[in-house]
């Protein structure tokens, strides 16, 4: 396995999209899953997601200010990151991906627009060591959950948690719960390209509740983007200010670390 700049060994990419098996791979679904190519994956999301109308709703909810840090954790292709960049040009703007073929073409965007976006390769729990612990202002993320099992999801709300400085925001569209019977239909696509173990959960709606899981608080789904291939959700939560619970001191106790 090749190494960069000292780091872990990379990750690698599943063969093919997860079968409804082992949740613990420390692989990678590649961004069409069963589809694969990722020459067309751009191509493919503008005409199947109604990408336009969500991403501007991801960016309009992250409202990049100048000095903001903001961190696209499963940047793929780059196109949010640039986005953001552009929103805000005097926002610093990371994009963490595992995979070097889409950061290759986010490379290649961001040059092309002229924006100074810094990409990284690596796998999104590794996203405080990567960006820094309780660096980053805001986290977004567009369309990974639904790639990530259930364990791997719950890793990457952590990472983001502990990447995000407290006050921090999370800002995340994927794939949510599917409320009536068309979108629940046309979602059966997705699973069909991404495989039912991590996409099933997304459908059911337990984003939220994995999110509160990891520590954040004023969890709420802001907007719902019915798709041709199911319905969008745009969800915002919060660190909250002040030190993880896990350190923080229970009244009454002596360390809080003996306590809990
Ligand atoms: C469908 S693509 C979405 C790309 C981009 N965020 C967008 O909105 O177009 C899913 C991306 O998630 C990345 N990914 C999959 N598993 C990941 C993980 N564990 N950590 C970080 N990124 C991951 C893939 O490499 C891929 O680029």
Same mark, same amino acid.
């Given at each position: 396995?090749? @190494?960069?700049?000292?780091?872990?060994?990379?990750?690698?990419?599943?063969?093919?999209?997860?079968?409804?098996?082992?949740?613990?791979?420390? /692989?990678?679904?590649?961004?069409?899953?069963?589809?694969?190519?990722?020459? /067309?994956?751009?191509?493919?999301?503008?005409?199947?997601?109604?990408?336009?109308?969500?991403?501007?709703?991801?960016?309009?909810?992250?409202?990049?200010?100048?000095?903001?840090?903001?961190?696209?954790?499963?940047?793929?292709?780059?196109?949010?990151?640039?986005?953001? @960049?552009?929103?805000?040009?005097?926002?610093?703007?990371?994009?963490?991906?595992?995979?070097?073929?889409?950061? /290759?073409?986010?490379?290649? @965007?961001?040059?092309?627009?002229?924006?100074?976006?810094?990409?990284?390769?690596?796998?999104?729990?590794?996203?405080?060591?990567? &960006?820094?612990?309780?660096?980053?202002?805001?986290?977004?993320?567009?369309? &990974?959950?639904?790639?990530?099992?259930?364990?791997? @999801?719950?890793?990457?709300?952590?990472?983001?948690?502990?990447?995000?400085?407290?006050?921090?925001?999370?800002?995340? /569209?994927?794939?949510?719960?599917?409320?009536?019977?068309?979108?629940?239909?046309?979602?059966?696509?997705?699973?069909?390209?991404?495989?039912?173990?991590?996409?099933? !959960?997304?459908?059911?709606?337990?984003?939220?509740?994995?999110?509160?899981?990891?520590?954040?608080?004023?969890?709420?789904?802001?907007?719902?983007?019915?798709?041709?291939?199911?319905?969008?959700?745009?969800?915002?939560?919060?660190?909250?200010?002040?030190? !993880?619970?896990?350190?923080?001191?229970?009244?009454?106790?002596?360390?809080?670390?003996?306590?809990?």
């Amino acid at each position: 396995m090749p @190494k960069l700049n000292g780091s872990p060994p990379l990750s690698r990419p599943l063969e093919s999209a997860p079968a409804d098996g082992p949740e613990d791979s420390p /692989a990678f679904t590649p961004a069409l899953g069963r589809l694969g190519s990722t020459a /067309a994956y751009d191509a493919v999301i503008a005409l199947f997601t109604r990408e336009r109308r969500w991403r501007a709703a991801l960016v309009a909810l992250a409202a990049p200010s100048p000095g903001d840090v903001l961190v696209d954790l499963g940047c793929g292709t780059g196109t949010l990151a640039v986005q953001l @960049k552009q929103t805000c040009p005097a926002a610093e703007v990371l994009g963490v991906d595992p995979d070097p073929a889409m950061l /290759a073409i986010a490379r290649r @965007k961001s040059a092309r627009e002229g924006v100074d976006v810094t990409w990284h390769e690596a796998m999104g729990d590794r996203l405080p060591a990567v &960006v820094g612990a309780g660096r980053a202002t805001t986290v977004v993320s567009s369309l &990974v959950f639904h790639h990530c099992t259930t364990p791997v @999801k719950r890793a990457l709300f952590a990472a983001a948690f502990a990447a995000l400085r407290p006050g921090g925001t999370l800002v995340v /569209a994927d794939y949510g719960l599917q409320r009536t019977r068309l979108m629940r239909g046309l979602f059966l696509v997705i699973q069909a390209v991404d495989g039912r173990a991590t996409t099933v !959960p997304n459908g059911r709606g337990v984003l939220p509740g994995l999110m509160r899981d990891a520590g954040f608080v004023d969890v709420a789904e802001r907007d719902v983007v019915p798709t041709a291939t199911g319905s969008v959700s745009l969800y915002v939560a919060c660190r909250p200010e002040g030190p !993880p619970v896990a350190e923080a001191s229970v009244p009454g106790s002596g360390d809080s670390r003996d306590a809990l």
